[in-house]
């Protein structure tokens, strides 16, 4: 991924530590530097969030480390070192005068407080995610998601644990959803929909696509199939009965007939491949002829070299959330599409947050 913008490591020029290096300038290095530091600089972040700092700079730009204390409530200390460490991340500006202010990705991504914000996403990532990441060399030498072990049940995947913790569950989901929103568009946004009149949302969540997906297009009805608890969230919804809720496991429950259409939605990354072609084969068993079926989520690059969102989910679900999967190549989906009978195989490519959408048709 090329860096377009180098990171600097110091605000200072020359870097402060005077030292020169035959790496000067080399944009990998500079990478390097931003990452070793970049897991307390995204806690650091997340904790500006949990402050409200950057909502409360983009109502009142220029506000003095007093003000901000006094806004705060913590001690006077505290949020200097915090502000700080995020304004060498560049999301906060210190002026001459001292007083602070929101550069534009922190008013535009931090700020806002819908049910899309960052503020989700992140807490998600601190609270579920990052944790489980000290675990990774165990967890991948061991090829099996030994940071399960931090969340009671006796489960084997992330998902089914968190019926134990509502709670969690409730963060994890808003999360998840958060994110969700963020790289729907492109989905939503695809004609073949329009023709869709009775759709299969498989681990359909607490229900933000199948949601978006019926405000967009009259036409559709989803049943929505998730483990229970999950379903049950998905119950809260206010879309009436264009979405049915379908509680069950997916590998255990057969899938419903009637449907004209099946979505796995950031579903089969969670799966290995013999699991993905077993979930297309049921996708196929239930579809008519013309039906089709759809895949979106992230995929790597084909040459599995690009992709820091994409890398980040493989880790997760390797280490924590199922033991398996991965972003896989849409190729590789295309791949086991074939393998299910589906025809007409394609993949739009290159959408945001390194999302594509691969679809076939049962012949
Ligand atoms: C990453 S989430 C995707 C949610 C939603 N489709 C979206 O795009 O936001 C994966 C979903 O698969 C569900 N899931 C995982 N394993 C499952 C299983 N064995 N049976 C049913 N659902 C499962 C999870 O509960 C979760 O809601």
Known sequence: M???RPIRTTQSDPPSSGEVTPLDGDPVAERFHFLVNAPALFNAVVTAVEWDVF???AEHPGSSLEELREFTGVPAHSLRVLLHAVCTTGLLERRTDGTYQNARAASELLAPDGPDSWRHILTGWKEIYYPAFSQMSQALAAGTNTALAAHHGDEPTLYCRLAHNPELEAVFHRSMSAFTLKSLDALVECEEFATVRHLLD???GDGTTSNRLIAKYPGIRSTLFDIPSVAQLAGSSD??????????????DPFPTGVDAVLFSHVLEIFSGDQITELLAKAYAVLPAGGRVFIYGYNVSDDETQG????RLSLYLNVLASGQGMAYPAGDYEEWMGRA?????RTLRGYPYEHGLTIGVKP
């Open 55 to 57: 909502r409360h700079l």
């Open 202 to 204: 498989v681990g359909g």
């Open 239 to 252: 879309a009436g009965d264009r979405i049915q809720l379908l509680p069950g496991d997916l590998f255990k």
């Open 341 to 345: 009978g589906f025809s007409d195989v």
């Open 308 to 311: 820091w969102y994409s890398a």
């Open 2 to 4: 090329e860096l377009t």
